[in-house]
């Protein structure tokens, strides 16, 4: 077996990685780089946030403000010394993106345009009219492609992480076009991997959001941090799930029910004020309260029967025809776009139908500031890491920052680890990918099986749903829990049609299934063990926040059996944890 | 095929390595006017073939990896609506122009490589704004090139050019309306390296200006308008090169 060596490789071609990629050469660029990506790194999900991206810039903003909206959103569980570094180095790393060519929204003067966003007391949130993260994406794509010390493996799948001497020192990956798995070795190690709220039925996230770095490293003994949280972004469209960006209330759009009532004014969120009012959208108020907050609201709505009634479930109306046409085609395209072609409304004309859709994971690898894990020579950034800033509850506009932010320090301290580590025990890690390699070959050989990928899916994602959705109670998580064990036992029985190497999709669905388990099993465990309600975290069985026990980080750990969870302070700097207060003062 | 009320026939084109002849599966799929033609692969994959193979994944037009050609014609699958064909059936295939690797999986390769190779990326010039401000752009200069930035590297274009099927050395629209996303960005200078990519006979010379490309483009990029402006640049930068030879302005 032929290995392929780097000094860094990073695994995901996403904001964060790319972002990463950059970083290593900054600091130092004799060193080389690999960047593994499951799929054509333009592909990646980052190409698909819409609202936009926030960091301090007009002077009539803060970092004090930026630091305390982004702790009090995230119900005080994000560590304060990592939002102070977060919200401290944002400004700098969006106007180098800015220097790399990101086609920024401008105002009349030239200076970079901000709108606001949901949570925060001022506008800080840069945009590229709604297709933000495209713009990002392809901004630090186009300019990766100058650094020819960075070697792409496009079309890559990272399937297990090598280790020796209690070092992350590679990966085995999968080349998708002939199925041959490699073992790629280097000194250091970045998982980019993004999100996975594809564990869930009804989300925002692209099909290849299935949590395969957060698996990975979960399998190496890193912990995943704060799994339990999951964002409920209040916006998609029904059926689809496709995401209305929330920079169509940050522009003046407003939440109705069935009553034709702005149902948000009963849920502590503040006081409507009239769409013509030259103070509406306020800040940290209605429309633009926090995004658990919303979702909740929307349930309650439900219970009380506000909500229309269509085929692909309830709804509620979100209404931007007062901005104009014009307005609209300026400032939000894209939304228009998107409903028309797949909500079959023109929200120039009428009202668009939404609902709540499962769109974030506040949770992931366990890293510290440094962006470091506790597995020496592994890195993690973006959405599969946590931090944490997000803690039970990320803001809007935040998440791109982080990948910028969080990715340059990955890279950075990746590249300080590689020049004082080399790689050892190569006989270790071209066995362990043989093993892996053994692996493959018997889930693609099993002729025995009787089991479907679709069915098995099927059922892990309702199974989430209803144990884990945005009210939960012990009953319906114990059951969550209990139903992902058996998958688990069953997913062992795949039967795969395809026996093609070149391109096996099904394969790699099934592998995903396979990291998809994993993430569902410490989401369900670490939200059955926190016997509080905290942002995102809602249980009707223990209604209040809980900061006596549970004013801390919850650690999933691999076993053979179910995950054992541990639990860790929260860092608190300048802000005690207090009271969150929306719809007026602070 | 039979017609059928609430199915809908889609013969989709099959190919394996090694496989010598051109080769069709036909399936039923359940019509649900909400579908598009992604939606029905998926509902393929999920449920009648699992080796049924193609490349998805925002499922909302943006990420470009799911074109192919439906009954001939280059489009993106998650925007194409059944209702837009039933009851008749449809007919999927790999884009035109490109190598097929697998099924509706088609070579990027060279298309990546041409991206590359116009030097997309923004190129300093002498006054760059220091590390803590931004440059200055009014909206106006803005709107200049955003119409070029907006492309998502679907490549339908490649399958609709006449020239990239007859020249696979043809530089091709995508790239080169991302050449021109830069050329007319306010904080650029590098036009002059870039055209010198486009001016080499694999370039902009080469389009017969049919307008296909941006006949299909799923974004309104146009890059056939692109591809003009780059010709009518090129030929001015030719000229001028003949008077003032390069690195003696
Ligand atoms: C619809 C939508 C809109 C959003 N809008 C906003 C917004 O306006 N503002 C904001 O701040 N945030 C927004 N977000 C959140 C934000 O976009 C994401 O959290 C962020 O883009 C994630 O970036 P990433 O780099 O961590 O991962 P991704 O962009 O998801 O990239 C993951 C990468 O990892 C690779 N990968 C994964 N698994 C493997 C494997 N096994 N082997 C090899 N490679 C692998 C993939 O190929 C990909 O390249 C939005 C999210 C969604 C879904
Ligand atoms: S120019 Fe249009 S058709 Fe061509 S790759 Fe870009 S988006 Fe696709
Ligand atoms: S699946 Fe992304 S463009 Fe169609």
């Known amino acids: 077996m032929r290995s392929i060596k780097h000094d860094i490789l990073i695994i995901g071609g996403g904001g964060a990685g790319l972002r990463a990629a950059i970083a290593v050469s900054q600091e130092n660029p004799d060193l080389d780089v690999a960047v593994v990506s499951k799929v054509y790194p333009m592909r990646s999900h980052t190409v698909a946030a819409e609202g936009g991206m926030a960091a301090v810039i007009k002077p009539n903003d803060s970092f004090e403000d930026h630091i305390y909206d982004t702790v009090s959103g995230s119900d005080w569980l994000a560590d304060q010394d990592a939002v102070e570094f977060f919200v401290r180095t944002a400004p700098s790393e969006l106007i180098q993106l800015e220097h790399w060519g990101c086609p920024w929204s401008r105002e009349s003067d030239g200076s970079v345009a901000v709108r606001p966003f949901g949570g925060m007391q001022i506008e800080r949130t840069w945009f590229a009219a709604d297709k933000t993260g495209f713009h990002v994406l392809h901004s630090l794509f186009q300019t990766t492609l100058k650094y020819r010390s960075l070697q792409r493996y496009d079309e890559w799948m990272a399937l297990r992480l090598l280790t020796h001497d209690g070092r992350c020192q590679g990966v085995a990956a999968m080349e998708l076009r002939t199925g041959r798995i490699v073992p790629i070795l280097a000194k250091a190690v970045i998982m980019c991997t993004g999100g996975g709220g594809r564990v869930f039925p009804f989300t925002t996230n692209a099909a290849i959001k299935t949590g395969d770095g957060m698996a990975l490293a979960y399998r190496a003994g890193v912990a995943l941090k704060d799994m339990e949280f999951v964002q409920y972004h209040p916006t998609g469209l029904p059926g689809t799930g496709i995401l209305i960006t929330e920079a169509a209330r940050g522009e003046g759009g407003i939440l109705v029910n069935n009553k034709g009532h702005r149902y948000l004014s009963d849920y502590d969120l503040g006081k409507p004020l009239p769409i013509d009012h030259h103070d509406h959208p306020k800040n940290r108020t209605m429309e633009l309260g926090p995004r658990d907050r919303l979702s909740q609201a929307f349930i309650h709505e439900q219970t009380k029967g506000n909500v229309f009634e269509g085929p692909h479930g309830t709804y509620v109306h979100l209404d931007v025809r007062h901005l104009g046409e014009s307005y609209i085609e300026k400032k939000i395209p894209f939304v228009r776009e998107l409903s028309n072609n797949y909500g079959g409304v023109d929200p120039v004309h009428e009202p668009i139908p939404v609902r709540p859709v499962v769109h974030y994971m506040m949770g992931g690898i366990d890293t510290d500031i440094e962006a470091a894990t506790t597995l020496p020579g592994l890195y993690a950034a973006g959405e599969c890491a946590c931090v944490s800033i997000n803690g039970a509850n990320r803001l809007g506009s935040n998440s791109l920052t982080e990948l910028l932010v969080f990715g340059a320090q990955a890279g950075r301290n990746a590249a300080i680890f590689a020049q004082q580590h080399g790689i050892s025990g190569e006989n270790d890690l071209l066995s362990q990918t043989q093993d892996e390699i053994n692996r493959i070959s018997e889930l693609l050989g099993n002729r025995a099986g009787d089991e479907k990928i679709a069915d098995l899916r099927n059922i892990m994602t309702s199974a989430l749903e209803e144990g884990a959705g945005i009210y939960r109670n012990a009953e319906g998580m114990q059951k969550a829990c209990t139903t992902i064990t058996e998958l688990r036992k069953r997913s062992k029985n795949l039967k795969l049609d395809d026996t093609s190497l070149s391109y096996n999709t099904e394969l790699t669905s099934a592998i995903e299934l396979d990291f998809m388990l994993d993430i569902a099993e410490t989401v369900t465990f670490s939200a059955l063990r926190r016997k509080e309600s905290r942002g995102s975290h809602q249980r009707t069985d223990f209604p209040e926040r809980d900061d006596d026990e549970f004013l801390k980080h919850s650690l999933a750990y691999n076993t053979d059996d179910a995950p054992r969870i541990e639990h860790k302070d929260v860092v608190i700097t300048n802000l005690p944890p207090a009271k969150r207060i929306y719809g007026g003062g602070k | ?249």
């Open chain 2, 1 to 249: 095929m039979t017609v059928d009320t609430d199915r809908i026939p889609l013969k989709i084109s099959r190919y394996t390595e090694g496989q010598t002849t051109d080769g069709y599966d036909e399936y039923m799929v359940p019509y649900n006017e909400d579908w598009v033609v992604l939606d029905a692969l998926n509902y393929i994959k999920d449920y009648v073939d699992g080796s049924l193979a193609y490349r998805w994944s925002c499922r909302m037009g943006v990420c470009g990896s799911c074109g192919m050609m439906i009954n001939g014609k280059p489009k993106l699958t998650c925007s194409a609506f059944l209702s837009e064909y039933y009851p008749d059936p449809i007919v999927v295939e790999p884009l035109a122009n490109f190598r097929v690797e697998r099924d509706l999986i088609v070579d990027m390769d060279d298309f990546i490589h041409k991206l590359d190779s116009v030097k997309p990326w923004l190129i300093e010039g002498d006054s760059v704004p220091p590390a803590n401000r931004e440059y200055k752009q009014t909206p106006a200069q803005l709107a200049k090139y955003k119409q070029y930035s907006m492309c998502i590297n679907c490549t339908l274009c490649y399958s609709a050019c006449p020239v990239a099927s007859n020249e696979p050395e043809f530089v091709g629209p995508a790239a080169i309306a991302l050449a021109q996303r830069y050329n007319l960005d306010s904080r650029d200078s590098g036009k002059e390296q870039r055209l010198d990519v486009l001016m080499a006979n694999e370039g902009v010379w080469d389009c017969t200006f049919v307008g296909e490309c941006s006949n299909v483009c799923p974004k309104g990029v146009d890059p056939a308008a692109a591809i003009q402006q780059a010709k009518l640049e090129s030929a001015l930068a030719y000229a001028k090169s003949l008077i003032m030879p390069k690195g003696n302005k």
